[in-house]
């Protein structure tokens, strides 16, 4: 048998190299045929109310799934911005029947959701469980439970959220970014402030409800396993009752025109350890425009993914950024926009801005290699068909050619429009969207780091505060009076926060905190200890998980533990640790060298900048010049190859036994930001040896 099979596997051996011989490897294969679009018309039918209803039936799961879109033009609220997210935060917690908690228990029990929004809604369950489900997502829309109370807890979320984001350089780039290029009186340009919201009355709330939520411009797609005829009764059923609101004629207003000449539009965050770039330009292009496919080649060849110039430039080859990208979008209204851009350390700030532009410019004027157009029309090509497997993009489709005004066999012909997009094609779009020479170079940044490189690259430079507002040039350093000194500074620290005796009877700090991790869905809490000269220990807790982290030093060895694995210190990090005196280092110096190097502003406030050098090891602490206390250090590390520099914030200074403690601190190391909130403070009260073990 052995022997047989060998025979056998012989022969087929054989005729491999036999077939592999006939064919002529010098050739590339001819190309199969394109491949044929056909795509599922959803079912389609309208309520005498205006709602349109497309179905795609889809029996391989026993699940459904509702979307409800209210295509309204957009709409700016002015002096009332805002008004749009307290409503839209209010819906899909209760009807006018159904209390907020027992909506909500419902349906959990039957495993489903339900989301209500102002722009529309969704919602998903079992196919036997849809009828009631829909039920629910109609009387959720329709008689929304709207109470004041909940509207006064919705307000004070907005504001508290808007505050947490004052400092938060993405924030600032988004409104500014939107509000340059729009304009401020655009519905995209128009940004929700403090005073905004205030404005905003429950009675305005409802009223915008009333006028903006209604069928007169809605859609309703319902997806999966349903029968057209039951499913159009059950809609019948539970939104006939929804009442058209006057047709209230808008104009979109006209986008603000482009800048005349590419600048640098730049906005001050001291804080930022980062500088946020985006080269910006408004564009007139919609989806049913002839330009559209050649378009969306030109921004994935430039800034789409990880083989595009951008990245390939800023991160792979310079190595300034974890990521580098642009987008173009089409729009409707004639307010589409091109962005290109990353978020890079300060000190290559101008160098990224160069190479972001030489890399826009590159596209434009050079022709793109065949190979690359290739590789992005095979990219669209394979997600488009990967797409036409989930009935989602069946809908969502049908959805678009409503929507943009589209031809009916827009996508039918879509691979046939990608495959037939030229490297002219792809140059003349470039020029004619990425309009470099009329750009704005939004830059949010440290302006005392890296504003005198950006003025070295000859664009002109423009300056706005965190609201668009336009500004002189920030002023970054002062003249230092007379007899101030590093030293001098350090004293009156030490004097401002309780004196020398005070601090030197302190043997050990237990702090509570609640944590707050930018962008994490929990919030944590913090028990953190240390005892002269140098032991210290953190744990970290979220409710329901238990210990998630702990950090330990004990005078000479340390560690680091998270999710159950345990990290020892690193040579370094023990040598950092042990060279440490006491819980104050400004009462231990030597053999510290201290340099004042300016006066500079830490938020809104003078703030002395003093260099500290120990070793090879150089930081920076920063004392505000009226109280004394320490508001910042800045320091750099390595980890995994990259220079990661550390910003901590001390504010809100309260008396802990005599002496001064802050109790807010913010981390911002990279892009994680971390904000500690001391509840409880003690001093020399509740550590022992053991809890650095």
């Known amino acids: 048998m052995k022997t047989k099979l060998s025979a056998f596997i012989l022969l087929f051996l054989l005729s491999v190299i036999n077939v592999n011989a006939q064919l002529d490897r010098s050739k590339q294969p001819e190309a199969g045929p394109e491949p044929s679009i056909s795509l599922e018309?959803?079912?389609?039918?309208?309520?005498k109310n205006g709602l349109k209803v497309l179905v795609v039936e889809n029996h391989k799961l026993?699940?459904?799934?509702?979307?409800?879109?209210?295509?309204?033009?957009p709409t700016a609220t002015g002096e009332k911005a805002g008004v749009e997210s307290l409503i839209g935060s209010m819906l899909g917690n209760g009807t006018k029947t159904i209390s907020k908690d027992d909506f909500n228990e419902e349906i959990d029990f039957l495993g489903a959701s339900v989301n209500i929004g102002i722009n529309g809604g969704g919602a998903r369950s079992l196919s036997k469980y849809s009828e009631r489900i829909l039920e629910l997502m109609a009387d959720a829309a329709i008689n929304p439970l709207l109470t004041e109370e909940e509207f006064d807890k919705e307000k004070e979320k907005?504001?508290?959220?808007?505050?947490?984001?004052?400092?938060?350089?993405?924030?600032?780039?988004?409104?500014?970014?939107?509000?340059?290029?729009?304009?401020?009186?655009?519905?995209?340009g128009e940004f929700v402030t403090e005073e905004s919201v205030n404005n905003v009355t429950f009675g305005n709330a409802v009223a915008f409800y009333e006028e903006q939520f209604n069928p007169n411009n809605a859609y309703l797609i319902i997806i999966g396993d349903v029968d057209l005829k039951t499913v159009k009764k059950q809609v019948k059923k539970y939104f006939s009752d929804w009442e058209q609101s006057i047709d209230v004629s808008i104009t979109v207003p006209v986008v603000s025109p482009n800048a005349q000449y590419t600048q640098i539009n730049f906005v001050d965050l001291p804080n930022a350890s980062q500088s946020s770039i985006a080269i910006k330009n408004s564009l007139d292009l919609k989806m049913g425009d002839e330009d559209y496919h050649a378009s969306l080649m030109a921004n994935d060849i430039l800034g789409s993914g990880f083989s595009g110039y951008l990245f390939q430039n800023l991160r792979e080859d310079k190595g300034y950024t974890y990521g580098a990208g642009s987008s173009l979008r089409s729009n409707r209204y004639g307010a589409g926009s091109f962005s290109a851009g990353a978020k890079v350390r300060n000190m290559v700030t101008d160098s990224a801005v160069v190479e972001t532009m030489k890399e826009i410019n590159r596209l434009r004027t050079e022709t793109v290699d065949p190979q690359v157009l290739k590789d992005a029309k095979a990219k669209y090509v394979g997600n488009f068909i990967m797409g036409l497997e989930s009935p989602q993009t069946v809908a969502s489709y049908a959805l678009n050619i409503k929507r943009n005004n589209l031809p009916e066999d827009f996508y039918t012909n879509y691979l046939q429009k990608i495959n037939a997009v030229t490297a002219d094609d792809v140059k003349r779009v470039a020029n004619k969207y990425m309009k470099s020479e009329n750009a704005r170079i939004i830059i949010i940044g440290k302006g005392s780091e890296v504003l005198e490189n950006l003025e070295k690259t000859g664009i002109p430079i423009m300056y706005y505060d965190k609201y668009a507002n336009k500004v002189e040039k920030p002023v970054f350093s002062k003249e230092i009076p007379a007899g101030v000194t590093a030293e001098t500074i350090m004293s009156n620290y030490i004097k401002a926060v309780g004196g020398k005796d005070n601090l030197n009877t302190v043997k050990s700090v237990v702090s509570n905190a609640d944590v707050t991790i930018q962008g994490a869905p929990f919030k944590p809490t913090a028990i953190m200890k240390a005892m002269a000269p140098n032991k210290v220990s953190?744990?970290?807790t979220i409710e329901g998980m238990g210990t998630v982290m702990k950090q330990k030093f004990d005078g000479a060895t340390g560690y680091q533990e998270q999710q159950g694995q345990q990290t020892p210190m690193t040579e370094d990090q023990l040598s950092e640790k042990q060279s440490e005196k006491g819980l104050f280092p400004e009462l231990y110096l030597d053999p510290v060298s201290l340099e004042l190097e300016a006066i500079v502003p830490v938020d809104g406030a003078d703030a002395y900048k003093v260099k500290v050098t120990k070793g090879d090891k150089v930081s920076h602490r920063f004392y505000n010049t009226e109280s004394g206390f320490l508001v910042r250090t800045v320091s750099t590390s390595e980890a995994q190859g990259q220079q990661i520099t550390s910003t901590e914030e001390f504010s809100n200074y309260k008396d802990v036994s005599g002496v001064m403690m802050p109790f807010t601190q913010k981390i911002t190391a990279g892009p994680q930001v971390v904000t500690f909130n001391f509840t409880d403070i003690k001093l020399n009260d509740g550590v022992t040896e053991a809890d650095f073990k």
């Open 62 to 73: 026993p699940r459904v799934t509702y979307s409800l879109t209210i295509d309204n033009k």
């Open 158 to 188: 907005l504001i508290e959220n808007l505050k947490s984001q004052e400092k938060s350089i993405d924030a600032i780039s988004g409104r500014v970014g939107s509000a340059l290029l729009y304009g401020t009186q655009h519905p995209y």
């Open 41 to 47: 018309v959803p079912n389609e039918f309208q309520l």
């Open 538 to 540: 953190m744990e970290m």
